[in-house]
């Protein structure tokens, strides 16, 4: 029998999906799905048909061709085809092209020469929320936001002083919106965005910084030289990717602990199992709960279903790291689990490329907040939490996270 939730895929409880993909996974690896637009699309659940999806050649990335396909194709986890020129909206070769001026800026000895700097930022927004004593703290407002932000910021090299405006429009550009046709703010924000960042390259050009924006701009004179819109579609990307799944990822995770008080006991006995519970973290409540947008270039067989041609395909993420095929007690949050592969960055070619980065920071983050705030505890029951990341389905992440750092008494 066919399960209703397959009937408009995305209406079902976003405080707590995990039953629901329990359900569906049960009823087989690949399913077809009615959208809430009313296109149709296959959905993957199973871990190892995730896995092999996300590296099937005959999947593409390139929302261009399937916007020019299907005008009214959905594209959920990217932003609109004018910023879509980057490394997670295209195939190769322009996809290698693309990821490789952008990786070296994510590789190893660069992300070690970080950590002070991550250290810093941390101390200092804990001190700011210390200030308030016994008193309730946003921990997403105060903490989980301005960290990521204000890393890939500085990665970026955008100054300081224009953070607070750029914040504030990528929040309206990325605001929820039912309408079929983007709000009036979204459309004046995505202009503002675009305006600011062709005078901020401008500005590189002429006085060029120790940092990726000039790095991408520099990359003119080379071979494989950016296009303007692909420079521009590059940093969009990595400030949306750089920022809100690693929030989520330190407010899914604090939640995830205050709520398993055993865990959470383990973890600040012994901060050494900090690496481990974030891989734990990831695969047992994953910021980025599906893939972002697919489609086949032809008719394509995974896990005995054969997809047809120009079909949007789902990869969930989510339901695919709790496949009971693949860990054993798949529902239970187990920091000292052995196995800690998951597939919340992904996998294949477009493998999160921030992933040394997402881990940097939460273990900074994790290791700081529980060392110094061990009784913490959360202000409101966990039913007055939000989960629903407006109404998109990729992305999972609490807007606030009420907790009391240093409870008296
Ligand atoms: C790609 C998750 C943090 C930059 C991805 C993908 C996932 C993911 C699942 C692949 C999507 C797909 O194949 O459809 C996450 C999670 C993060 C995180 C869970 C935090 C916990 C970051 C950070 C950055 C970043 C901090 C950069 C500063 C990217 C980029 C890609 C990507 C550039 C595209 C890679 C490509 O297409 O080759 N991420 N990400 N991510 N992520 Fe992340």
Redesign the pocket.
């Known amino acids: 029998m066919r399960n209703p939730a397959l009937e408009t895929w995305g209406d079902y409880d976003r405080d707590d999906p995990y039953p629901l993909f329990a359900l569906v996974r049960a009823g087989g690896p690949v399913h077809e799905v009615t959208l809430a637009d009313g296109h149709r699309a296959w959905l993957i659940v199973r871990h190892e048909e995730a896995k092999a999806a996300?590296t099937h050649a005959g999947l593409s990335?390139d929302m261009h061709a399937a916007l020019a396909r299907d005008g009214a194709v959905v594209a959920e986890?990217l932003p609109g085809p004018a910023f879509a020129r980057?490394?997670?909206g295209v195939d190769p070769p322009d996809?290698t092209r693309?990821?490789r001026l952008?990786s070296a800026a994510?590789s190893r000895p660069r992300m070690a020469a970080l950590r002070p700097r991550v250290q810093g930022i941390v101390d200092r927004l804990l001190d700011d929320l210390e200030a308030h004593g016994d008193v309730v703290v946003d921990l997403v407002k105060g903490f989980a936001f301005p960290l990521?932000f204000t890393?890939?910021s500085e990665?970026l090299g955008i100054p300081e002083s224009d953070r607070d405006h750029l914040g504030s429009w990528f929040t309206t550009l990325l605001a929820p919106s039912s309408a079929p046709e983007p709000p009036a703010a979204a459309v004046s924000a995505s202009e503002s965005i675009v305006r600011y960042l062709v005078e901020l390259l401008a500005s590189k050009r002429d006085t060029p910084g120790e940092d990726l924006i000039t790095d991408l701009v520099n990359s003119a004179d080379r071979d494989d030289a950016l296009s303007e819109q692909e420079v521009l579609s590059t940093i969009f990307?990595?400030i949306v990717?750089?920022?809100d799944?690693?929030t989520?990822?330190i407010g899914n995770g604090t939640v995830a602990l205050l709520l398993h008080p055993e865990q959470r006991d383990a973890l600040v006995a012994d901060p050494g199992l900090v690496p481990r519970a974030i891989e734990e973290i990831?695969r047992w409540d994953?910021?980025?709960q599906h893939?972002?947008?697919?489609y086949t270039q032809q008719d394509v067989a995974i896990g005995g279903t054969i997809i047809p041609a120009f079909a949007q395909v789902i990869?969930s993420?989510a339901a695919a790291n709790r496949d009971p095929g693949r860990y054993a007690d798949p529902e239970t949050l187990n920091i000292s689990r052995a196995d800690t592969s998951h597939?919340?960055?992904?996998?294949?070619?477009?493998?999160?490329?921030?992933?040394r980065?997402?881990r940097l920071?939460?273990e900074i983050a994790f290791t700081t907040l529980h060392g110094r705030f061990p009784t913490m505890r959360m202000a409101v029951p966990r039913s007055q939490l939000r989960w629903s990341h407006g109404d998109g389905l990729v992305l999972r992440g609490l807007h606030e996270l009420p907790v009391i750092l240093a409870p008296q008494g």
């Open positions: 996300l990335k986890g980057h490394m997670l996809h693309l990821r952008a994510f990521p890393v890939i990665l990307q990595l990717a750089g920022h799944t690693t989520s990822l990831l994953a910021p980025v893939s972002t947008f697919r990869i993420l597939l919340a960055f992904g996998h294949g070619i477009h493998h999160c490329l921030g992933a980065l997402a920071e939460a």
